[in-house]
């Protein structure tokens, strides 16, 4: 029988070699909460709690406080020895405190590890049920923070020229300007580059109407634009989306299934982002993608500003699941190096997911 012995939060800070900045934050960090779990035959799960506070509201402190006094104690002592222990103790975790769903995601992402590990298969396999059809290499986009929009168009070129076919703008911070700056994107990297768009609740509802309809004039091939409007006026989503042809994408307005069954009954969104710091759990997550699959709303999978752990959770994600549309996986790219050793490895565009040993992490880097 294998038993969890002990839960870790560690909390980490990883350099990062280019600032990220958004209509909410600048940081030159990733500031985060590495969790592990050890169960009695000697293997290490991992997790990952990133701090957000602008988003989630999550912090280094709290999220180490609720994995000390409640996610570890909740587990630990229980039995992992299969799939229905992991569902059970899974379930443990989700209804152990309100919230906290980037505290939550860590230890689940760390107990399927754990199982994924046992069995000598991947997390994206345990996930998804199916021993075949795991994809073990996933494309992701890269966001280009928040700027003016020469710097905008330096900084497009010099990620092109890394490898990435897909650019994300952080768009939100001055309307009057928005525009401007996605067309010196455009410019920059020619026709074949795609973009798209967030807003991080950066513009009122009728600024987003009248930016995008601005877009639209100006032919600048937009993908889709995400979160135009403060995160709970999910109405609001769907009166931008009434009165524009780009596509809305929900990102904080969309944390769990009760925010997705909300926005499909009001046609609030074209697409929706999952992330593991919102919806606290990779089974959940799963369910959320087929869910929105099954009624035509087109995903992404997206992470916080968190490091190669946290990432390696969702990008198993996406391999046991497939999006509809390239991942937003580059988070961990940021970081000047990684604060584990093995898991998900970017080339290019391109991320690498292990597909044996669970997330593949194999212990702490010595960044030091
Ligand atoms: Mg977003």
């Known amino acids: 029988m294998t038993t969890i012995l002990r839960v870790t ?26 969790v592990t779990i050890t169960d009695s035959d000697g293997r290490t799960g991992w997790g990952e709690a990133p701090q957000v506070w602008q988003v989630t509201g999550e912090s280094l402190a709290g999220a180490t406080a ?57 997390v994206a396999a345990v996930l998804a049920g199916r021993p075949d059809g795991i994809r073990d290499v996933l494309t992701t986009d890269v966001t280009l923070s928040a700027g003016a929009p020469d710097a905008l168009a330096d900084t497009a070129l010099a990620r092109v020229t890394d490898g990435f076919r897909t650019l994300k703008m952080k768009v939100g911070t001055d309307a009057s300007t928005d525009v401007q700056r996605v067309a010196s994107v455009r410019d920059a990297v020619g026709p074949d580059v795609a ?71 009001l046609g609030a969104a074209d697409l929706v982002n999952v992330k593991l710091a919102k919806c606290g759990s990779l089974s959940v997550g799963r369910d959320m993608l087929r869910r929105a699959h099954e009624v035509g709303l087109r995903t992404i ?62 212990g702490y880097a010595d960044n030091s």
């Not at 006094?69 to 799939?83: K, S």
């Not at 999910?234 to 780009?246: F, M, P, Y």
Request: some cysteine.
């Open 195 to 265: 973009i798209r768009l967030d807003a991080n609740q950066g513009w009122t509802r009728e600024d987003a109407v009248q930016v995008i309809r601005a877009l639209e004039v100006a032919d600048l091939g937009v993908e889709f634009v995400e979160q135009p409007v403060v995160a709970d006026d999910v109405e609001g989503l769907a009166w931008v989306r009434e009165r524009v042809d780009l596509p809305i994408m929900a990102d904080e307005s969309c944390y769990g299934p009760f925010d997705l069954e909300r926005i499909i009954r």
């Open 66 to 122: 609720c994995i000390e006094t409640m996610l570890g104690p909740a587990v630990t002592g229980r039995r992992i020895d299969d799939r229905d222990d992991l569902r059970a103790t899974a379930a443990v975790v989700q209804r152990a405190v309100a919230r906290n769903f980037g505290a939550k995601a860590a230890v689940d992402a760390a107990l399927h590890d754990l199982v994924a590990q046992a069995e000598g298969t991947s």
């Open 9 to 34: 939060a560690t909390p980490c800070s990883v350099p990062l070699h280019t600032p990220f900045v958004t209509a909410l934050r600048r940081t030159e960090t990733t500031d985060t909460v590495v």
């Open 301 to 362: 999978v997206g992470s916080m500003m968190e490091s190669h752990v946290g990432v390696g959770a969702a990008a198993a994600l996406v391999a046991a699941e497939p999006t509809t549309e390239v991942s937003d996986l580059d988070a961990a790219w940021w970081s000047v190096s990684s604060p584990v050793l093995g898991g998900i490895r970017y080339e290019g565009n391109q991320i690498e997911v292990p597909r044996t040993g669970g997330l593949g992490i194999c």
